[in-house]
């Protein structure tokens, strides 16, 4: 306990000592929000890669993994596309866009790029960015004293609070940068950690073909892409696990690392670090937990009873089982990495939606941003105030959570409201501020629908495994296309200044 708990403070005392050397370098918005736009593809890619994925694949894939076996994978596939996606098809038009309106913020691209003069794109950017985002948070901070109570058995009230005054020290010092800086940091260990992690688990249990051997055992439905046949629900499963892929094709939290990129040189070597991480990485997790369900349980047990709820516990589990207390102890701060590598960038993205897309876009215009950057450290905290308590409540009124459920609602969220839009601002030149507003509000309002209204009801239990992120998706899409195609109120000076835009980020100058 002593070795664990050494190596989790040493690496909680780096967070904070990065934050401390971050803030020397924040003199402005620009700084707090977007590191001044000044990072490279390295810390671009990394940061990306450990923000976009979160406690959910440290304790929920693998668990995933556990739970249904290689069913698991299209997850794998969805995210692998999703980020091949945005980085191969829409990072280099959208890297141009945001400089050339000098845009430090998602909101400030949707409103340079729809010349939204009444910032009504910006308010509800704002609302919606406030109030997912503390619900992803949430999650993250609810996953962090699960992570305490797991590894080290620690209280989870503990945990949770411990965990939580970290990430505030080091991010409202530096913002942006030292959230950049600690996710090179975070991102690293926990690829490291998964690549590693089924590797010397396939060692133990004899080989490849141990495991397999094992799983069959156990249940063959864990051996098959199908999860055991080609039924309804099997199919909406794996549409819906693919589906997760889908929100790194525009949400804030991701496309502002393109934002403060260098300049779009860093794109193409970005691309290959985000795809083989994404791939070795979440491949390793998904194969980590199967391995687990071989080593850690044998047929006719009872997967809660051994691995918890959803196979969550199968990560602490089967590192307690494999490596000595000062591996355990690393892989207790990559844990630790995923989550707070999400918590920091999120709570930033809020923080600017709060005071420089509202308070000041909105409500000041005229104030200087200089004078911000101390408003947006206090926002930060009440934000974060905000993400404690929901967690807090959620922990109480909802004691068989799981990690999973939880960040994928906030995930899906913020994906089906912004998503679309992003994808449609880049490539249609069709799109309209009304169809904007359109597409926004439905998929905000549409995750909540189909997660609490439609999916239990009788009609939508069949759809019930597809989740709510591709029916939020679609509906976003058709409602944004709709409401621009019928839209009259759009004149010819807008649609040229929107095709000169488009052609110019499409073009081949760098």
Same mark, same amino acid.
């Given at each position: 306990?002593?070795?664990?708990?050494?190596?989790?403070?040493?690496?909680?005392?780096?967070?904070?000592?990065?934050?401390?050397?971050?803030?020397?370098?924040?003199?402005?918005?620009?700084?707090?929000?977007?590191?001044?736009?000044?990072?490279?593809?390295?810390?671009?890619?990394?940061?990306?890669?450990?923000?976009?994925?979160?406690?959910?694949?440290?304790?929920?894939?693998?668990?995933?993994?556990?739970?249904?076996?290689?069913?698991?994978?299209?997850?794998?596939?969805?995210?692998?596309?999703?980020?091949?996606?945005?980085?191969?098809?829409?990072?280099?038009?959208?890297?141009?866009?945001?400089?050339?309106?000098?845009?430090?913020?998602?909101?400030?691209?949707?409103?340079?790029?729809?010349?939204?003069?009444?910032?009504?794109?910006?308010?509800?950017?704002?609302?919606?960015?406030?109030?997912?985002?503390?619900?992803?948070?949430?999650?993250?901070?609810?996953?962090?004293?699960?992570?305490?109570?797991?590894?080290?058995?620690?209280?989870?009230?503990?945990?949770?609070?411990?965990?939580?005054?970290?990430?505030?020290?080091?991010?409202?010092?530096?913002?942006?940068?030292?959230?950049?800086?600690?996710?090179?940091?975070?991102?690293? +260990?926990?690829?490291?950690? /998964?690549?590693? =992690?089924? %590797? #010397? &688990? $396939?060692?133990? !249990?004899?080989?490849?073909?141990?495991?397999?051997?094992?799983?069959?055992?156990?249940?063959?439905?864990?051996?098959?892409?199908?999860?055991?046949?080609?039924?309804?629900?099997?199919?909406?499963?794996?549409?819906?696990?693919?589906?997760?892929?889908?929100?790194?094709?525009?949400?804030?939290?991701?496309?502002?690392?393109?934002?403060?990129?260098?300049?779009?040189?860093?794109?193409?070597?970005?691309?290959?670090?985000?795809?083989?991480?994404?791939?070795?990485?979440?491949?390793?997790?998904?194969?980590?937990?199967?391995?687990?369900?071989?080593?850690?349980?044998?047929?006719?047990?009872?997967?809660?009873?051994?691995?918890?709820?959803?196979?969550?516990?199968?990560?602490? +589990?089967?590192?307690?089982? /494999?490596?000595? =207390?000062? %591996? #355990? &102890? $690393?892989?207790? !701060?990559?844990?630790?990495?995923?989550?707070?590598?999400?918590?920091?960038?999120?709570?930033?993205?809020?923080?600017?939606?709060?005071?420089?897309?509202?308070?000041?876009?909105?409500?000041?215009?005229?104030?200087?941003?200089?004078?911000?950057?101390?408003?947006?450290?206090?926002?930060?905290?009440?934000?974060?105030?905000?993400?404690?308590?929901?967690?807090?409540?959620?922990?109480?009124?909802?004691?068989?959570?799981?990690?999973?459920?939880?960040?994928?609602?906030?995930?899906?969220?913020?994906?089906?409201?912004?998503?679309?839009?992003?994808?449609?601002?880049?490539?249609?030149?069709?799109?309209?501020?009304?169809?904007?507003?359109?597409?926004?509000?439905?998929?905000?309002?549409?995750?909540?629908?189909?997660?609490?209204?439609?999916?239990?009801?009788?009609?939508?239990?069949?759809?019930?495994?597809?989740?709510?992120?591709?029916?939020?998706?679609?509906?976003?899409?058709?409602?944004?296309?709709?409401?621009?195609?019928?839209?009259?109120?759009?004149?010819?000076?807008?649609?040229?200044?929107?095709?000169?835009?488009?052609?110019?980020?499409?073009?081949?100058?760098?």
């Amino acid at each position: 306990m002593v070795v664990k708990l050494t190596i989790v403070i040493a690496y909680m005392a780096g967070l904070v000592w990065l934050g401390i050397v971050a803030s020397r370098r924040v003199s402005d918005t620009r700084d707090y929000f977007a590191a001044g736009k000044t990072l490279g593809f390295w810390a671009t890619a990394f940061s990306a890669r450990a923000t976009g994925e979160s406690a959910w694949l440290l304790l929920g894939l693998t668990g995933m993994g556990a739970a249904i076996g290689l069913h698991a994978m299209w997850v794998v596939l969805g995210e692998t596309l999703g980020v091949a996606a945005a980085w191969i098809l829409m990072a280099r038009r959208f890297k141009r866009l945001t400089d050339r309106y000098d845009s430090i913020t998602i909101p400030d691209y949707l409103e340079s790029r729809f010349r939204d003069d009444r910032h009504l794109i910006r308010k509800i950017s704002a609302f919606v960015l406030v109030v997912f985002v503390t619900i992803y948070v949430s999650a993250q901070i609810d996953a962090t004293g699960k992570a305490f109570e797991s590894f080290l058995q620690w209280d989870y009230y503990v945990g949770v609070f411990v965990g939580f005054f970290v990430v505030l020290l080091y991010i409202t010092t530096g913002g942006f940068l030292a959230v950049a800086w600690s996710d090179v940091v975070q991102g690293s +260990l926990m690829f490291v950690g /998964l690549v590693l =992690l089924p %590797i #010397v &688990g $396939i060692v133990a !249990a004899g080989g490849v073909g141990e495991v397999a051997a094992g799983l069959e055992a156990i249940d063959p439905k864990l051996l098959t892409w199908s999860g055991g046949g080609w039924t309804t629900a099997t199919v909406m499963s794996a549409i819906g696990g693919a589906m997760i892929g889908a929100g790194f094709l525009g949400s804030p939290q991701i496309f502002v690392r393109y934002i403060a990129m260098r300049d779009t040189n860093e794109i193409r070597p970005g691309t290959f670090v985000a795809i083989i991480w994404t791939l070795l990485a979440d491949g390793g997790a998904v194969v980590a937990g199967m391995v687990g369900r071989h080593l850690l349980t044998k047929p006719g047990d009872d997967l809660v009873s051994v691995l918890g709820d959803g196979g969550e516990q199968v990560l602490p +589990l089967l590192v307690d089982q /494999l490596f000595p =207390l000062v %591996i #355990v &102890g $690393i892989y207790v !701060a990559v844990v630790l990495s995923a989550i707070m590598s999400t918590v920091d960038s999120l709570l930033v993205v809020a923080a600017s939606a709060a005071v420089r897309d509202w308070y000041q876009q909105v409500r000041n215009p005229d104030l200087p941003d200089a004078e911000l950057t101390g408003m947006a450290r206090t926002v930060t905290l009440a934000l974060a105030g905000m993400a404690l308590g929901l967690a807090l409540s959620v922990a109480a009124v909802s004691p068989d959570r799981t990690v999973f459920w939880f960040v994928i609602f906030g995930w899906s969220g913020i994906a089906a409201t912004f998503c679309p839009t992003i994808v449609m601002s880049l490539f249609w030149r069709g799109l309209t501020r009304r169809g904007v507003v359109a597409a926004m509000l439905t998929g905000f309002v549409c995750v909540p629908l189909f997660k609490f209204v439609v999916f239990p009801s009788e009609l939508g239990s069949q759809l019930a495994a597809l989740s709510e992120l591709p029916p939020a998706f679609a509906l976003s899409f058709a409602a944004g296309a709709v409401a621009s195609w019928t839209d009259t109120t759009v004149d010819d000076a807008f649609r040229r200044d929107v095709a000169a835009d488009l052609d110019w980020a499409a073009g081949s100058e760098p």
